[in-house]
């Protein structure tokens, strides 16, 4: 799997701000990667560069681990 991400944290706060914009907007997108400190440059990629973030492509999400458990 080459664009895994290793850092599952970041990667749950991405899947978040995903939503955020899908449903609210993507300036509350962006305040909230903001707020919970992702890189800007991760916030620039996945907010306006949807061709550029990982499975986008396949257009998967996920699965993600949070405490033990595997959800998608």
Do not use: C, W
């Not at 620039?44 to 492509?57: C, D, G, H, T």
């Amino acid at each position: 799997m080459p664009n895994q991400r290793k850092d599952h944290l970041t990667a749950q706060k991405v899947e978040v701000a995903l939503v955020f914009q899908q449903m609210l907007s993507t300036a509350e997108a962006l305040a909230y990667l903001a707020q919970t400190g992702v890189p800007v440059l991760v916030i620039e990629r996945v907010l306006f560069q949807p061709a550029s973030r990982r499975n986008y492509a396949t257009g998967q999400r996920g699965p993600f681990v949070h405490q033990g458990n595997i959800t998608s």
